[in-house]
């Protein structure tokens, strides 16, 4: 699936520092990242993620109930099995009421083995709960990957249009007033540096740095664009095909439970009508 493929992982919006990355600018990027935020979210994506993070909280809720009440009745179904072979041992003793008491017991076996029948479909409702837990949870991871990949646009066009700001200062010949620059002309001079071949020389590096952040840019504008299409997709792949799974799997989940308390309400009407025969009978 899509969630899970490694296609869309690339690197592009780093290309320009591969190779030259230590490990101090690695987890620099890293800080600065986790801590960045995206200037022009996408109004779908950010509707998706409140979505998921809604469908999330109640799947979860749901699935901690159904463990309870499927760990209860598994209780109750290991209770009406000591029940039975208590009434079982009874009616061996207890020779004046053998039939009552056997009837009793079969009675409560059916029961047992109905309820059992039903905790399969309990089950069932259970493991799809799960399984779209682990869907949501991915698609977190999903919808992070694709916000970075807009991040690391936005900030190689911040880069592009830094430099290019930088340029057109320089073209200018507008002195930038900070420390670090004061003291590098300061320093040229002493070294009697040609400083219309420095301006040449340092727009041509421009030049070259402007042209390579394009390139990058469009790049990463190319996949960023792939991506979140691709991540459409799937999302509306998922939500089509939930509504048809979950219709099937709730119908065999209810049907289950109707199986089994009309089954139980045959069972326990038929024991008391034989019950209230005998007592007449009697």
Not at 96 to 116: H, N
Not at 122 to 143: C, T
Not at 174 to 180: E, G
Not at 219 to 228: D, I, L, N, Q, R
């Amino acid at each position: 699936m899509f969630l899970e493929s490694s296609e869309f992982n690339d690197a592009s919006a780093r290309a320009l520092r591969e190779g030259q990355e230590t490990v101090i600018d690695t987890i620099g990027d890293t800080l600065l990242n986790a801590f960045a935020k995206i200037r022009k979210p996408d109004p779908r994506f950010v509707e998706m993620k409140e979505r998921s993070d809604r469908m999330g909280e109640n799947l979860d809720l749901l699935q901690k109930t159904l463990l309870r009440s499927n760990k209860r009745t598994e209780d109750l179904c290991s209770d009406y099995e000591e029940l039975t072979t208590s009434v079982q041992g009874l009616a061996e003793m207890e020779t004046d009421y053998e039939q009552l008491l056997s009837d009793f017991a079969s009675v409560l076996e059916k029961y047992t083995r109905s309820m059992r029948e039903m905790t399969i479909e309990d089950s069932k409702w259970q493991i799809e709960v799960y399984d779209y837990m682990s869907y949501y949870h991915a698609i977190k991871g999903v919808l992070k990957l694709r916000d970075q990949k807009q991040l690391d646009f936005e900030e190689l066009s911040d880069y592009f249009q830094t430099t290019l700001e930088e340029k057109e200062r320089v073209v200018r010949d507008k002195k930038d007033s900070s420390v670090t620059n004061f003291i590098t002309d300061k320093i040229n001079e002493v070294r009697g540096t040609d400083a219309s071949k420095m301006k040449r020389e340092r727009i041509l590096r421009l030049d070259e740095r402007m042209r390579e952040l394009q390139e990058a840019i469009e790049e990463t504008h190319k996949v960023s664009t792939a991506f979140s299409d691709q991540v459409k997709k799937e999302d509306m792949f998922f939500t089509r095909n939930k509504s048809v799974e979950l219709f099937e799997v709730l119908k065999s989940y209810t049907d289950g439970k109707v199986k089994h308390y009309s089954e139980s309400v045959n069972l326990w009407r038929e024991f008391v009508h034989a019950l209230e025969n005998t007592s007449d009978s009697s």
